[in-house]
């Protein structure tokens, strides 16, 4: 019985909040654990109360889990007990009263301007023949032009290509669209690719730009994830360092860097709250100190 409410609450979820896979993974496996962990209490979801839910979340902390890790842990059992209680299966909602667990707001890495120049050179010429070079270069500079999340740059549709575009629609996170421009660079790589990539009859009949034998039909983003770190090590850069989401930060912090609105930068990563891009402001504060030291009435003599 609880697996098949767990199964109508990740629908639910997928279809009315447009979560995606990967966050109803994420929720799908905290679950788990946590009905895995009343079960061997012997407690079901119709009996649990807020004890035996706070009794789980102290187990977590006994196995020293990070904050972060409690944190979407007690969110994603909140959002479950919240359907529950919605769907009229429970009569009350035993986490109402649960504080949640603050997260830790870390710092991004952050790579440098030089870094990045680095990485995109090596990513041109890293591959066993021109195709695979074509395509790692398209794959890095549409990364860094545009900031895009891992998944949205390996899933992108061959048709946003079409014509050269100086702009590309992305769909992001809850399906939601938004358009982001490419570099010149970026236009040129992908242009090169596209007549790599077309030369391959399998290649040319799929509707992705980065086409492969993989479930999705896309490049797969755990291969992905390993040819960063080749590229990165082919460069002597820190691979622990380089990630495609450090990649992202690099986009956002170098535009901060040098004179974006932060508004701006939050549409282009497609942030649906400010805060989530502010983080990025840390990079800009001796900049913003040189600003009120040089410019401030009161810091003249």
């Known amino acids: ?24 993974n994420a929720y799908k496996n905290d679950l788990q654990k946590f009905l895995s962990f009343q079960s061997s209490k012997e407690v079901t979801i119709d009996n649990c109360t807020r004890v035996e839910i706070e009794n789980f979340l102290k187990e977590e902390f006994d196995e020293g889990l990070s904050t972060n890790t409690r944190a979407r842990r007690l969110s994603s059992i909140k959002q479950f007990f919240k359907f ?36 995109l050179e090596a990513a041109h010429s890293f591959g066993k023949n021109s195709s695979s070079k074509a395509m790692n ?31 590309i629609l992305i769909r992001g996170k809850g399906e ?5 421009p490419i570099s010149l660079k970026a236009q040129k790589a992908t242009k ?26 896309y490049l797969n983003r755990e291969i992905f994830f390993k040819l960063i770190k080749q590229i990165a090590s082919s460069c002597n850069l820190n691979t622990k360092k380089i ?20 508004r701006v930068i939050q549409t282009l990563l497609g942030h649906s709250d400010i805060s989530s891009t502010e983080v990025y402001t840390h990079v800009v504060d001796d900049k913003l100190k040189d600003l009120v030291l040089n410019h401030h009435p009161l810091s003249k003599k």
Request: aromatic share 8%; hydrophobic share 40%.
């Open 243 to 262: 990630s495609p989401h450090t990649i992202r930060h690099a986009f956002a912090s170098h535009l901060l860097a040098n004179g974006a609105d932060l």
């Open 192 to 217: 090169a690719w596209l007549l790599e990539r077309n030369k391959s009859k399998k290649h040319k009949l799929s509707k992705f730009l980065f086409p492969s034998k993989s479930k999705q039909g």
């Open 137 to 167: 270069a398209a794959l890095f500079e549409l990364l860094y032009s545009t900031g895009m999340r891992v998944t949205e740059l390996l899933s992108l549709p061959v048709s946003c290509m079409i014509g050269n575009p100086e702009m």
């Open 1 to 24: 019985m609880e697996s098949v409410i767990l199964k109508s609450f990740l629908e639910a979820m997928s279809s009315e909040r447009g979560f995606s896979n990967n966050s109803l």
């Open 84 to 119: 529950l209680f919605d769907e009229g299966v429970r009569q009350d909602n035993p986490t109402d009263k649960i504080k949640s667990t603050t997260k830790k707001r870390s710092l991004p890495t952050l790579l440098s301007i030089n870094e990045v120049d680095r990485l």
């Open 176 to 180: 939601y669209e938004r358009l982001v």
